[in-house]
């Protein structure tokens, strides 16, 4: 299955490690260091420029993305209900 995580945005959700809230995540120090090395090795896909709201840490990106994590979860658990 997939993962619609904004604009035209999906990923397999297999794939997806965690969904993490920017605003509550980013307070710690080790959080924003590993968000600040993973775009030094370009590893981190921007969904679009607006506020960010939620990373999303697959086996090999981070998508940094407009959706707030209780619609990312909310999509997770349509996609395992249908």
Do not use: C, W
């Not at 794939?15 to 993490?20: L, Q």
């Not at 710690?28 to 590993?34: I, L, V």
């Not at 939620?54 to 619609?71: A, E, H, Q, W």
């Amino acid at each position: 299955m997939y993962l619609h995580i904004g604009e035209d945005t999906v990923i397999k959700d297999k794939d997806v490690i965690g969904i993490f809230d920017m605003d509550t995540s980013t307070v710690n120090k080790a959080t924003r260091d590993y968000l600040s090395k993973a775009e030094k090795e370009k590893r981190v896909i921007y969904v679009n420029y607006e506020l960010p709201k939620s990373f999303i840490v697959t086996d090999n990106k981070i998508y940094i993305g407009p959706l707030n994590t209780g619609t990312l979860l909310k999509r997770t658990r349509q996609e395992f209900t249908l």
